[in-house]
Structures are given as C-alpha cells and as structure tokens.
C-alpha cells in the first residue's frame, strides 16, 4: 500500500505570494490533517479534515486554510506569505474513524519565503 | 493548557540502551505516541500507549503512567542508525485526530 504523499516536495516563493500545497493520503484513509515544522517551534498542528470537513483547528492565522476533497485528498493554502512561514509542512493521513488512530507523515514540502 | 517537555538532547553509546522521557499536562489525556525522525525526513510511528504500563515492540519499548503525566521511549542495543528525533506526542479528548507534539529529543548514537 502506498504512503502518504505530498506535492511539491520543495518550493521558494516570496513575500506577499500565496502557495497551495497538496497532500494524497493512503488509500482508505479519511482524515488529513496538517503541521508545520520549524526549528523553534517544533511540530504545531494546523488543522484536520474528515470527511471533507474541518474537524479541528489550530492556532494559526486566517492566511492559513485548507480543504479536503470527496477522494480524501487534500489541499492547504497559505496567502500572503510571510518571512516567518518558511518551514516544512507535514500531513499526515489516519483512518480517522477512532480516535486511537494512528497517523502516518507524509515526507512534507519545505516552504522557503525570501 | 498543554505542555509536553522532553530533553532536547541524548548521546549512547552503540550497543547500550537509552531512555528518553516525556512529561505532558494537557487538559483530557486521550493517548500517547512517539515518533522517529531521522534528518530530512518524515516523522515514522513507533508506539501508541493510552493505558497505564509498557508496550513492548521489539527493540523498543514505551512506557506510560497517566496518574505522573509521564512517558519514557526505552531504546535497546542501540545501532547508529538510531541516531534521530523521538517526538512524544498527546491526543486529547474530542480533539479529533489533533496531535500536540513536544519539542523533540535529539538522539546521538555514537561507536
């Protein structure tokens, strides 16, 4: 069974851009959700889907967004981009019918804003 | 509110055994994992423990006792490449599939 993929793997935008980043879970899985990485901050949850709905959100701006279409796949888009948005981002997919599941990473897109 | 600590830091030696401990406070205690992450990669599930004890999976083993909010990830007969991030992460209730990481334990297998 294939993993959890993500596209682009990498990607240089600048300030003021928007991005949009994609994420394909593995196969049967229904929930997505989305972290950002960086150095300082360590892994912080950005927000999940389930069954094309958020289901949970964290503390991020409202430049952050997202949405998860009807084959679970699932898109998250950054607007007006910030020094400070440079980092890796990470989905990760899960069955999400119970909440002992367990998530598995896709290898993430390293966002670089200059 | 929620706060999970781990050291930011660990060096074994190749062959020893090592643990890496993780304290968490969060508000409705739903589950417990931890994560590898080896350099430029993506984070690898090792191990869930949501009741009190330890899970044992070959190599590894994960410990938990919710009444101290304490975790420890036991690594045995270290190789190198074990060297590598070990994230804790907490599910809290009605939080769906969110997952609050520490910051990570940086592990430094040595010959």
């Known amino acids: 069974k294939a993993g959890v993929t993500q596209t682009p793997r990498y990607l240089i935008k600048t300030r003021g851009q928007q991005v949009t980043l994609s994420c394909s879970p593995i196969s049967g899985h229904r929930s997505v959700s989305w972290y950002q990485q960086t150095p300082g901050q360590g892994l912080q949850f950005l927000f999940e889907?389930?069954?094309?709905?958020?289901?949970n959100k964290g503390n991020f701006p409202g430049r952050f967004s997202g949405r998860q279409f009807s084959n679970s796949r699932s898109e998250m888009n950054v607007s007006t981009l910030e020094l400070g948005d440079s980092a890796l981002y990470l989905c990760a997919s899960s069955l999400g019918g119970s909440s002992t599941d367990t998530q598995y990473f896709g290898p993430g897109t390293r966002l670089t804003v200059l | 509110g929620q706060n999970i600590d781990q050291p930011t830091e660990m060096t074994a030696t190749e062959g020893a055994i090592v643990q890496i401990n993780c304290t968490y406070q969060?508000?409705?205690?739903?589950?417990l994992f931890w994560y590898q992450q080896h350099a430029g990669e993506a984070p690898t599930f090792l191990s869930y423990?949501?009741?009190?004890g330890l899970e044992e999976k070959g190599r590894f083993s994960s410990f938990l006792s919710r009444s101290k909010g304490y975790s420890y990830l036991l690594l045995k007969e270290l190789q190198m490449k074990d060297s590598a991030s070990y994230l804790c992460a907490v599910r809290e209730w009605d939080q769906g599939g969110k997952l609050i990481f520490g910051q990570g334990t940086e592990l430094s297998v040595k010959p």
């Open positions: 889907y389930f069954s094309e709905t958020q289901r």
């Open positions: 969060t508000s409705g205690f739903n589950g």
């Open positions: 423990n949501v009741l009190d």
